[in-house]
């Protein structure tokens, strides 16, 4: 019966194994040594009929315990990582009488973790990055606001120069009204308004210079005036571009965290276990 079976066994087991279209191969035993064994080229194991099975070999820990064991062999051991399955082959009575080994080659799904590894591994590092560029970004629009804010002020303080040269103005202006009616006294004075002339002379200076300072003073701040002008549209447009740059970086945040997130359960599904 139990011969009837193993021959079974190596009349299904080929077929099965090119059916099943998997790096597999099959070896099938007694209790003590390999009577048959179907090999795979990407399995290389030095095994041949008749060899006899050693102690601490999963064939005989399946026989031992009447239980399917099944363990990952690391590529460290033979040279290439493969999944070991053995089932004990048990008759009617509850005895053991042989057992078959399936060796499946993991090679693929290996290849599927390392590369899942390394591409989670560049999403964190590209996500990182991209979370620094963010608050960089962030940073950098919250600063433009800042000087927009002082540019304003600026010009705020240069419309109150403005009223300061205009009272300037005003006073130069009243004092070359008031050097001219000195001057017209001084006249009518005669030589006792001498002294008289002098002063209104030196105020009339006094107020030629007023007034050509002031009105210096006012194209230099006209100047000034265009040229915040000119940095405040620079700067509104910098903040503009700040602004979507880093709205722009916050949604491709969000997708390589999706990425991130996806590719982490491939790395977990793709995990060698």
Known sequence: MNREIINSLKDVLPLLKDMLREDIAISITDTEKFIAYYPNEKIPMKLSVNDRIQEGDPYLEAMRTKRVTSNILPKEIFGFVFQGICYPLIDDNGNVFGAVGVAKSLEKQAIIQDSSENIFNSMEQTNAGLEEIASSSQKLASTITNVVNYTKATNKKLEDI???????????????????????????????????????????????????????????????????????????????????QAAATEEITASIGEITSSTEKLKNIATIK
């Open 162 to 244: 403005d009223s300061i040269l205009i009272s300037i103005q005003n006073i130069a202006s009243q004092s070359n009204l008031l050097a001219l009616n000195a001057a017209i006294e001084a006249a009518r004075a005669s030589d006792a308004g001498r002294g008289f002339s002098v002063v209104a002379n030196e105020m009339k200076k006094l107020a030629l210079l007023s007034s050509e300072s002031g009105k210096k003073i006012s194209d230099i701040m006209s100047q000034i005036k265009e040229s915040i002008l000119h940095i405040e549209s620079e700067i509104s447009e910098s903040s503009l571009a700040a602004d979507s």
